[in-house]
């Protein structure tokens, strides 16, 4: 018998990338309680031998670890230290493990609540899309506690290839700001490389896999150029919560006295993209607004 199944989780937003962590969770031997809110989730991960709580401030009463993958800021803190949140529950030397990407600000905010409980708050953001969370490698930053860090690392394990500790509370977030600012504006230039072909009467797809060959190639550049290629903008990261993302970058840079250009640059691309109603497609589809430019 797997020593995971002695461990109990929970686990809470079940979206494109929670979905495929407690799938994994499950598999690798965890006992995973979860809340829902869609049937068919909740169907499809009980199915599996997930334990669905109807309650999310009964889920510390069926682990001491709770996973959370929301939208923002307000969404974890309504649900960790909300009215009817975690907190209220929350046994002593337990954690809450928040996955999502959020202010580094409201991290350390949510981190002292719990601490006044004398339960733990890791923030610890990913990178790898849709992708990253089936295959169980993503890229996870951590910030906080060390020693809460060191405590649920093998469950970070099952989830992602590369964990790396990045420090204290919030630090996991400010790692992951900088994922969002480089690989937004890697979008942009693979957009930009794009209409370089386009003109040029070269078929893209012959100078990307060329690129793929050198000190170019990235991730980006295999995936996302791939996308805007094809014209095929399935979500593996929705261009709302990328641009949400960019927002909460654009807030800390301001704090820190910084002002980039270049991320002011494709902030505003984003903006238009959602505006002109691509938020719910992928991240990349930034390339039907720039492309426009391009003729």
Same mark, same amino acid.
């Given at each position: 018998m797997k020593r995971a199944k002695k461990n109990k989780i929970g686990f809470i937003g079940l979206g494109i990338m929670g979905k495929p962590m407690v799938v994994?969770?499950?598999?690798?031997?965890?006992?995973?309680?979860?809340?829902?809110?869609?049937?068919? *989730?909740i169907n499809e991960i009980c199915k599996i031998g997930g334990i669905f709580v109807p309650l999310i401030k009964d889920l510390p009463l069926h682990a001491d670890t709770i996973i959370t993958n929301l939208p923002n800021t307000k969404d974890v803190k309504e649900v960790v230290i909300g009215k009817n949140g975690l907190l209220h529950k929350l046994k002593i030397n337990s954690c809450v493990v928040d996955m999502s990407t959020i202010s580094p600000e409201g991290t350390k905010d949510i981190s002292a609540t719990l601490k006044r409980k004398g339960a733990f708050f890791i923030d610890a953001p990913v990178s790898g899309g849709e992708a990253g969370a089936i295959s169980g490698?993503?890229?996870?930053?951590a910030g906080g506690e060390k020693k809460a860090f060191i405590k649920v690392k093998p469950i970070l394990s099952v989830l992602g290839k590369k964990i790396t500790y990045i420090g204290g509370s919030g630090s996991g977030q400010i790692c992951k700001l900088c994922n /969002?600012?480089?690989?937004? /504006?890697?979008?942009?230039? *693979?957009? /930009? *490389?794009i209409g370089i072909a386009v003109k040029a009467k070269i078929k893209p797809n012959v100078i990307r896999k060329a690129l793929l060959g050198g000190y170019a190639n990235s991730k980006i550049l295999e995936i996302h150029g791939e996308r805007m290629i094809k014209s095929d903008y399935k979500p593996g990261f929705k261009l709302s919560l990328h641009n949400k993302d960019l927002n909460i970058a654009k807030s800390f840079t301001r704090s820190l006295g910084l002002n980039f250009k270049g991320l002011n640059e494709v902030k505003k691309i984003m903006d238009e993209a959602e505006n002109t109603g691509f938020s719910e497609s992928d991240s990349s589809v930034i390339h039907r607004i720039l492309e426009k430019t391009y003729k």
């Open positions: 994994n969770l499950i598999r690798d031997g965890y006992k995973v309680s979860f809340f829902a809110r869609k049937k068919k *989730i490698e993503l890229s996870i930053m /969002q600012i480089l690989v937004a /504006q890697t979008i942009n230039s *693979i957009s /930009q *490389i």
